[in-house]
């Protein structure tokens, strides 16, 4: 068997049942040899007549250690589910993270990681006034007392590293009004930065350290969800699974982990942050904004205890029972899960003229699920562009593509009971939208959610699937909306690219106008301001200080 570092081992099933075939046959002559003869075929090959149709892992089954990297292709010629033995995927980018200092980042990323982080402030004050944020906040208090290192924003909570990062980046997440970019998997970068921040003031490090931090966690963060092939999301798994391989790094940076240390702290991580589905199907809970902080929760934990020397597998991605691997025994649509590896690590950015991947990522204008954004935005604007009153219309039709219509129109979504549904309700948004003119924070009350006249407005949305728009996305979210009105007449409008998108970002003043929203009532519009003055000049910024004071009422 071939040693060569990190080489893949592939097995296809021959023609004859029993028969399994090493594509480097010249290699495995001796092997074959031994086996075709008879020895060794027992359970070996009993499963290979049961499951000859079947992609399956036999490495487990072999009686030589020197044969454990490999995979079987099925009868349709699908090679799926081989994993590496050595120099992982994990050391290329720990090896990265650890080499990139500030004087490498790009003007341009350093720019939009200020203004992710105005952004995700405001979400932050928004977010803190959410009733699963109190809840959190209380149990927190409870468990551990008052008294640490790290701050809480609003509330002044002193607490340690770990319950800071996830208390803060819990209410970033908690409106789901913080930023977006979907691929394969959608994700919400924004959602780690607790991790950093809370690092930073433990450590007493500057702006440029977070901002640094930042960039890191967005490059790994959206590389991890463009290389699924389909996303993990198509086999029932959250995005929050990816986040586990991806706030380690982000943290460790902070703590200056050696790449061995890091590559045990994305070990550690991700060993114990899968997600399943169910947090956004059907019903939604306050574990759909939950499980995504607590991923960089433990980025944080597991950064610190890599720095005591504590392991992970440093396998964790593309070895043994690794992320690669275990999904390569999922099928979709007749064609196994496999991972662009190579792109993960593919021209990983290290200097300013590089492309950093934080400036492709977008914002929300609106508080809602992604995908509800491009069709909001169309009724909106033919309501407008006609002269709609809600009134006169009989019909909302609703072209998007098929997992827009899975996530945002199943039954569920017709009847929220409650802020987890209502946003990710595309008849609920839709419908408040049409009525009240605007959708805001103030349209997640739950005295609005609960309001009965909205109902036959929500009836009125019909979500169906366009096959047209498949191949044009992920890179736009076209989406058609029909209104016909009482009086028979139609209009229609189309938008494929909604507001906050890289190509049509939203200025600093319009963050800021959304960030003032949120934060009013929580510590004033001059206060807000102030925050924007200070993340604008974070590279000045000596320690955490000055913005954790400006982050508590």
């Not at 997440?173 to 921040?197: C, T, V």
Request: charge should be negative; charged fraction near 25%.
């Amino acid at each position: 068997m071939s040693n060569r570092r990190g080489a893949f081992r592939t097995y296809r099933i021959g023609p004859q049942s029993g028969q399994l075939v090493p594509t480097r046959s010249a290699h495995h002559a001796g092997w074959r040899r031994r086996h075709e003869s008879g020895a060794g075929r027992g359970r070996l090959w009993s499963v290979c007549e049961r499951l000859i149709h079947r992609s399956v892992i036999l490495a487990d089954l072999l009686d030589s250690t020197r044969y454990q990297s490999f995979s079987i292709e099925s009868s349709g010629g699908h090679p799926v589910a081989s994993y590496k033995t050595d120099r992982f995927v994990s050391y290329d980018l720990a090896e990265w993270a650890c080499s990139l200092t500030y004087d490498k980042l790009s003007q341009a990323s350093i720019e939009r990681a200020k203004a992710f982080w105005f952004d995700s402030l405001g979400c932050a004050l928004g977010g803190s006034q959410q009733e699963d944020a109190r809840i959190l906040l209380e149990h927190h208090r409870a468990m551990s007392g008052s008294g640490g290192p790290c701050t809480c924003f609003v509330s002044g909570f002193q607490t340690n590293p770990v319950d800071a990062a996830f208390l803060n980046s819990h209410m970033i997440r908690a409106m789901d009004f913080n930023d977006i970019y979907w691929k394969a998997d959608p994700s919400h970068p924004s959602d780690i930065l607790g991790a950093p921040l809370a690092l930073c003031e433990y450590k007493g490090l500057s702006g440029k350290d977070l901002i640094l931090a930042t960039v890191i966690a967005y490059e790994i963060e959206m590389r991890l969800v463009e290389i699924g092939r389909p996303g993990i999301r198509e086999y029932g798994w959250h995005h929050a699974t990816l986040t586990g391989f991806a706030s380690p790094f982000s943290a460790g940076r902070v703590l200056e982990l050696s790449p061995t240390q890091m590559v045990n702290a994305v070990g550690i991580c991700a060993s114990r942050t899968g997600s399943l589905g169910a947090v956004t199907a059907g019903k939604l809970t306050n574990m759909k904004n939950t499980v995504d902080p607590w991923a960089a929760r433990m980025g944080v934990e597991s950064a610190l205890l890599a720095a005591r020397g504590f392991s992970g597998p440093e396998h964790i991605f593309d070895g043994k029972e690794g992320l690669f691997h275990v999904f390569g025994h999922s099928v979709c649509q007749g064609k196994p899960c496999t991972f662009d590896a190579e792109g993960l690590t593919a021209e990983l950015p290290s200097s300013p003229d590089a492309h950093y991947r934080i400036v492709d990522c977008g914002m929300k204008s609106f508080p809602i699920e992604a995908l509800s954004h491009a069709p909001l935005t169309a009724m909106m604007k033919c309501v407008k562009e006609n002269a709609i009153a809600a009134s006169d219309v009989a019909e909302i039709k609703v072209e998007v593509i098929a997992r827009a219509a899975d996530i945002l129109g199943d039954p569920h979504k017709y009847r929220p009971t409650g802020k987890e549904t209502a946003d990710h309700s595309l008849p609920y948004c839709l419908a408040v939208g049409l009525v009240d003119g605007m959708v805001t924070p103030l349209q997640f009350k739950q005295e609005r959610i609960e309001d009965k006249s909205l109902e036959p407005i929500m009836d009125m949305v019909k979500v169906v699937p366009n096959e047209e728009f498949e191949s044009l996305f992920p890179e736009f979210q076209p989406s058609r909306v029909t209104l016909t009105l009482k009086n028979g007449q139609s209009f229609a409008t189309r938008v494929d690219v909604p507001k906050g998108d890289p190509r049509d970002p939203m200025t600093m003043d319009e963050i800021a106008v959304k960030a003032r929203a949120l934060g009013k009532e929580v510590v004033g519009e001059e206060r807000v301001d102030q925050i924007r003055d200070c993340v604008m000049n974070l590279e000045g910024e000596p320690s955490m200080e000055r913005l954790m004071n400006l982050m508590t009422a």
